[in-house]
């Protein structure tokens, strides 16, 4: 089947250029001309991934954002604006953002952002790998944290993020691998973001106080239990 994407973008022309680019590319493509009908097409249907445009009447793309989030946690989401201020990439991150473009970018990218992401949600779907963390049950190809009988959801990054630092096993994850293997460069905005991820880790790691993720000054971070 191919891979359904919800594209909201209020540039009428530029929105439909992008969208049979996508199409041409294999891919089926909703078009939403602002952040209500958007959501609206969101709550219709199921989609494998969302591009956002930021800057949008009635309904911005971070309150879209939002919004998709309280619903599903999963939908990996790019956001495309026209804005290149730093404050904006890591709201956007904070948002629940997967990645980030601004315009005008190039198309090619765009599209290997797409295929990275939605590669990445599928990468470990033939293993049914258990792995113990302490007091939990961690199912990499699910996606699934299980503390007892609470099963927490991982979104993409954070379960690349706990994988990859699990495979480290006591020893410290270099900050630029993870960078690179999961964001695919290391700027200041993916550094951001993936110091917002490990806290969400650590959020969700809490329950059990055998467990921390280290910052090591640096270096990187390292996954410990005692």
């Known amino acids: 089947m191919k891979a359904r994407i919800l594209l ?6 530029f929105g439909l250029v992008l969208k049979n680019y996508l199409e041409l590319s294999d891919y089926t493509v ?36 939002k919004d998709i989030r309280k619903i599903n946690t999963e939908l990996p989401l790019i956001f495309l604006t026209a804005r290149s201020e730093k404050e904006d990439h890591i709201k956007g991150y904070q948002v ?25 949600r599928n990468y470990n779907a033939k ?15 699910k996606r699934e944290l299980k503390y007892h009988s609470d099963t927490t959801k991982l979104s993409p990054k954070e379960n690349e993020l706990l994988n990859l ?7 410290v994850m270099p900050r630029s691998e993870a960078l690179n293997k ?13 110091d917002v991820y490990i806290a969400k880790l650590r959020k969700k790691l809490s329950k059990d106080q055998k467990i921390s993720i280290e910052n090591i000054h640096g270096s990187g971070y390292i996954l410990t239990i005692s």
């Not at 909201?8 to 022309?13: A, S």
């Not at 939403?32 to 969302?50: C, E, Q, R, T």
């Not at 630092?165 to 020893?171: A, D, G, I, M, T």
């Open 182 to 194: 999961i964001w695919g460069n290391e700027d200041y905005f993916t550094t951001r973001s993936m």
């Open 30 to 65: 909703d078009l939403a001309p602002d952040g209500d009908v958007g959501f609206a097409k969101f709550k219709s249907n199921s989609y494998d991934l969302g591009i956002l445009d930021v800057m949008m009447p009635l309904r911005d793309g971070f309150t879209l954002a």
């Open 165 to 171: 630092l699990n495979s480290y096993s006591n020893r």
């Open 96 to 120: 629940g953002g997967d990645d980030y473009l601004t315009k005008p970018f190039d198309s090619e990218v765009l599209l290997l952002k797409i295929e990275a992401i939605l590669g990445r």
């Open 127 to 141: 293993s049914e790998e258990r792995i113990w963390l302490g007091e939990f049950e961690y199912l990499p190809s």
């Open 8 to 13: 909201v973008e209020d540039e009428e022309n």
